[in-house]
């Protein structure tokens, strides 16, 4: 089955630098990989996706590169400030709904 | 965007007894709904997958006699864990699949004492 690796699993950073989290998986039939941020104890939210045939995809500070090759992607976060601490997610999936969950990054950035 | 509800957002139940935990689509029709649970400090892990009008398919390791799963209709999952104990006690969270998106419910934090 998919196996998906998510590094690292904790992060610091100071205020306004750039924060990226890299995550690996196995199933080439993989065809979309969301990320998803969660606060404590609160559902996880999608912050950014990506599909298969798309190599990067930007959203203002956010954004997400895919090397299908290599099978790999990665969160990248620009300009960081203290509300983007929380724990990243990233998650993959061939299509049929069932996602496989990486197993989080806690990214604190400090003021 | 799409909106799951979870009832109740936490339940503190004692050991040997059952508990239901319900997932809702409001604003859309689920064919396919999924519950996860999560424990403190770790990743989301997928228990099942709950299929409307048939029989939900279980992840390795998840018995499907205790977590009871239910999907009657197309906006209603329910998650029932049956003879609770405290190692049971976790974050429970369901999601539903909308074109191939997932919307997630806000968890239910299940405490066994």
């Known amino acids: 089955g998919e196996n998906v690796e998510q590094h690292p699993s904790t992060l610091s950073v100071q205020e306004g630098d750039s924060a990226v989290i890299k995550c690996t998986y196995s199933d080439s039939a993989s065809n979309y990989f969301p990320w998803y941020k969660q606060e404590l104890g609160k559902r996880p939210q999608l912050i950014i996706d990506?599909?298969?045939?798309?190599g990067e995809k930007k959203d203002q500070r956010i954004a997400v590169t895919l090397n299908k090759t290599a099978k790999h992607f990665s969160l990248h976060i620009t300009e960081t400030q203290p509300e983007d601490s929380a724990v990243y997610f990233c998650a993959v999936t061939s299509g049929t709904y069932k996602y496989i969950f990486g197993t989080g990054t806690r990214l604190k950035v400090l003021a | 965007g799409a909106v799951v509800s979870q009832h109740p957002s936490w339940v503190i139940c004692k050991s040997g007894t059952s508990v239901k935990i319900e997932c809702r689509s409001l604003d859309f029709q689920a064919t396919t709904m999924f519950w996860y649970r999560q424990f403190p400090k770790q990743s989301l892990m997928l228990m099942a997958t709950?299929?409307?009008?048939?029989?939900?398919?279980?992840e390795q390791g998840v018995e499907k006699d205790k977590f009871l799963i239910n999907h009657a209709s197309l906006t209603l999952s329910t998650l029932t864990v049956t003879s609770a104990h405290p190692e049971d006690s976790s974050f429970y969270i369901c999601?539903?699949?909308?074109?191939?998106?997932?919307?997630f419910g806000p968890g239910t934090r299940l405490t066994v004492t």
């Open positions: 709950s299929n409307e009008g048939s029989k939900a398919t279980y």
């Open positions: 999601s539903a699949a909308d074109n191939h998106e997932q919307y």
């Open positions: 990506i599909r298969s045939n798309v």
